[in-house]
């Protein structure tokens, strides 16, 4: 997509960045006047539908959030040929380019460290395990507040079984998924996990950002 196109009611304006399902855009909301962040499924994955579901599933467990440093998710939308999401848009950079940048002092690390916690904890009190907790998932505003984004590998615990969020991808036994350098053992032979493996998670990151 380049400057100019149209998503629903959205102007693209710019690409923000690309992972590995998707294009992230900057685009103007004409109706609420507004810049936001539009998420859009690659091409060759809206046929897949571990990938569609997966997809849904972040929009899905960010918006049954409400939270200051989670993310916010506006909408979703698209057809069976295009999915995307709609979420606030983030001036600042993410945590790793920060730490790429410059040094991050002990107290600044623990300010990070305690706005994460404090953000996985909302989460894990609704029954959502992030399960993909790394700098790059962590956007810096300007002014040092922290938004936790991408809960696309999230999983439901046990203890949320039977709430809404039964319906979303449950991850097959010894299949492992995330990313290695911040995965608990237990995520990363693939075996069942708990909210515990964001805490390892978490720890690993305070542990970069401090050395």
Same mark, same amino acid.
């Given at each position: 997509m380049v400057e &100019?196109?149209?998503? #629903?009611?959205?102007?693209?304006?710019?690409? =923000? &960045? !690309? /992972? &590995?399902? #998707?294009?992230?855009?900057l685009?103007?909301?004409?109706?609420l006047d507004r810049e936001v962040a539009i998420k859009v499924l690659l091409p060759e994955f809206c046929y897949d539908l571990e990938r569609v579901n997966r997809f849904k599933l972040e929009a899905k467990s960010a918006s049954a959030l409400n939270h200051p440093n989670i993310i916010t998710i506006y909408?979703?939308? /698209? *057809?069976? +040929?295009?999915?995307?999401?709609?979420?606030?848009y983030i001036k600042g950079e993410t945590l790793r380019n920060l730490i790429n940048r410059k040094a991050?002092?002990?107290? =600044?690390?623990?300010?990070?460290?305690?706005?994460? @916690?404090s953000a996985l904890t909302a989460a894990h009190k609704e029954g959502i395990i992030h399960r993909d907790i790394k700098?790059?998932?962590i956007m810096v505003r300007e002014d040092g507040f922290l938004k936790v984004l991408d809960f696309g590998l999230a999983k439901p615990t046990q203890v +949320? @079984?039977? @709430?809404?969020? =039964?319906? =979303?991808? *449950?991850?097959? @036994? &010894?299949? !492992?998924?995330?990313? !290695?350098?911040?995965?608990?053992?237990?995520q990363a032979r693939g075996k069942e996990v708990d909210l515990r493996t964001d805490i390892w998670s978490l720890g690993v990151v305070l542990y970069e950002m401090i050395t």
């Open positions: &100019g196109d149209k998503i #629903g009611r959205y102007e693209v304006k710019r690409q =923000l &960045g !690309v /992972g &590995g399902m #998707g294009e992230v855009f685009a103007h909301d004409h109706e909408e979703i939308g /698209g *057809n069976k +040929d295009s999915l995307y999401i709609v979420t606030e991050v002092t002990p107290d =600044l690390a623990l300010q990070f460290a305690q706005q994460i @916690a700098p790059e998932n +949320d @079984a039977e @709430a809404k969020t =039964l319906d =979303l991808v *449950n991850t097959k @036994a &010894g299949m !492992v998924m995330g990313s !290695v350098g911040y995965m608990s053992p237990e």
